[in-house]
């Protein structure tokens, strides 16, 4: 007999979104375990200057739990951790959290018909049903630079921020020009007496339509929550149109994604005079090969006296510098915003075993990874999987969650009609998701687009790029309420 009925494994917005699922399923009894000290996920761990997200907040947020309140079109960080944390009372979730263990591994115990769940200070727990909800950006990368544990000085990674650090009048280095570095970039040429800029590969940004929201709009919305409804409809279909179509449907939205790349270019004129800066922050692949991002304050701040650009490749660290060919860079706090490892360590971030001993992570690399609608996966019975192979879709990742969330819902619903304690996902439905989700990626930018160049974290090791399902977030929410009941199999 399981200790649980299910163990969810992360506590950031995709955790609680399973977690509130599993309650309105009628579910009490689970845990949700957390390496870190709070909830919250992403919006715990990342606390770097200039910290928002980048989604308007309208959209980037459960739309069955508004928040009238936000004080910006973009919220900042420590609003998003305070919207978790009042998500938490809401629904009753924080009783259920355990913080500060460190899940390292999980095994189906075939006899008992539930899984084992094992952390690294050497418990367990058992429950009748996993959930992993890790998360795709959880595990910070080091870059692979000869001498970075060389450096003397301060290091920082975005992901680990210590705001202890004086920046104040020092010498401060950025590697890496991802979505993150776009946000902390102008926060650091604020503080730093110089600050420089180590790019490998140019980042589309297009301008970032951010406003305070004003005090008699919040009361409006808190009031009439259909205005904010709206609201949210209207920003989620400029994204699906700008950002989902222009990239995943490039071979029929060709027009959507020139006039992204356009915004982009004519964004970066009217910032930057200089042709030759210019050339430089200009992306040589296609827009949506890697994400793209929105910024107002990235492209000038290149234009200040102290702030510079390179562009020429880091050879390597000493204890007091970075070399490139061009030269020595004295620095004296090292700030890496190399992002995350995804495809080494994060699918899965755990070890996976299930049925017959199919280890996931091996699986995965063996074949292809995919995962049926982005949730399930066979040999592996009461397992939902939320960071998978195809399951982000749309930009904003409430999306994801509340298309998943409808999943469960008719999975576990039907489960329960047929007074079944058990599920998998049969064969034949899993390879028909994946046969249909490889001949969409097909018009995507990312087979028709030019993305040799793009470096982007998309693509996985077998040059697939399978974190984003190639379909409208309609098409995913679709099929999470519709999807055949018989695509699975019951016990
Ligand atoms: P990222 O997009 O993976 O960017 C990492 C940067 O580090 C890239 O510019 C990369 O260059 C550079 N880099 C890595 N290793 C390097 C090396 N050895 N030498 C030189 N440069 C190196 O990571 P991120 O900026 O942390 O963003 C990750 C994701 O977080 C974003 O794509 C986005 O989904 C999310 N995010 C969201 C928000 C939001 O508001 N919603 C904000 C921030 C981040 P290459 O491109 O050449 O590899």
């Known amino acids: 007999m399981a200790q649980h009925d299910a163990v969810i494994v992360g506590a950031g917005f995709g955790g609680m979104g399973a977690a509130i699922q599993l309650k309105r399923l009628g579910y009490d009894d689970f845990v949700i375990l957390e390496r870190e000290d709070d909830l919250g996920g992403t919006w715990h761990v990342n606390r770097y200057p200039g910290l928002a997200v980048d989604i308007a907040s309208v959209t980037y947020s459960y739309s069955f739990e508004p928040n009238p309140s936000w004080t910006h079109w973009f919220a900042r960080g420590p609003e998003l951790k305070e919207y978790a944390a009042h998500v938490a009372d809401t629904y009753d979730l924080r009783r259920h959290m355990r913080f500060g263990i460190s899940v390292d591994g999980a095994r189906w115990d075939p006899d008992e018909q539930h899984w084992v769940v094992s952390s690294s200070d050497g418990r367990s727990v058992t429950a009748t049903y996993l959930f992993t909800a890790t998360g795709f950006l959880s595990q910070p990368k080091l870059p692979e630079i000869e001498g970075v544990t060389d450096f003397r000085g301060r290091v920082l990674h975005t992901a680990k921020w210590d705001d202890s650090v004086d920046l104040d009048g020092k010498r401060v280095a950025v590697i890496g020009t991802g979505a993150t570095a776009v946000q902390l970039i102008p926060e650091l040429a604020r503080r730093a007496k110089a600050l420089t800029v180590f790019q490998r590969t140019a980042i589309w ?5 951010d406003f305070a929201i004003p005090r008699p709009v919040r009361r409006v919305f808190a009031r009439l929550p259909v205005t904010q409804r709206l609201a949210r409809a209207a920003n989620s279909a400029w994204l699906e149109a700008m950002m989902v179509s222009a990239v995943l449907h490039y071979k029929q939205a060709k027009v959507l994604n020139r006039g992204a790349a356009v915004l982009g270019r004519a964004h970066l004129r009217r910032q930057v005079r200089d042709p030759e800066l210019r050339r430089q922050l200009t992306p040589d692949y296609s827009f949506g090969c890697k994400r793209p991002t929105f910024s107002n304050d990235y492209f000038p701040t290149f234009t200040r006296e102290h702030v510079s650009l390179e562009t020429t490749p880091i050879q390597r660290i000493t204890s007091n510098s970075i070399m490139t060919s061009a030269g020595e860079t004295k620095v004296d706090v090292l700030v890496l915003a190399t992002g995350f490892s995804l495809w080494e360590t994060n699918f899965p971030a755990i070890e996976v075993v299930g049925r017959e001993g199919r280890n996931l992570g091996k699986w995965w690399r063996d ?19 939320l960071a998978s192979p195809y399951s982000y879709s749309g930009l904003s990742y409430f999306t994801t969650i509340e298309a998943q969330m409808r999943h469960i819902e008719r999975l576990f619903g039907e489960m329960h009609r047929r007074g079944a304690t058990t599920f998998e996902v049969r064969d034949p439905a899993n390879a028909e998701f994946l046969g249909r989700m490889t001949e969409k990626l097909e018009d995507s930018v990312f087979t028709l687009g030019s993305c040799a160049t793009s470096r982007s974290y998309y693509f996985n090791q077998h040059g697939e790029a399978v974190i984003l399902r190639p379909t409208s977030t309609r098409n995913a929410h679709r099929e999470a309420q519709r999807f055949p009941v018989d695509d699975y199999a019951y016990g």
């Open 367 to 385: 074949t292809r990874f995919q995962a049926y609608e982005g949730v399930t996966v066979p040999s592996f019975p009461n397992f939902i999987t």
């Open 205 to 209: 940004v297009t301008p970032k339509a």
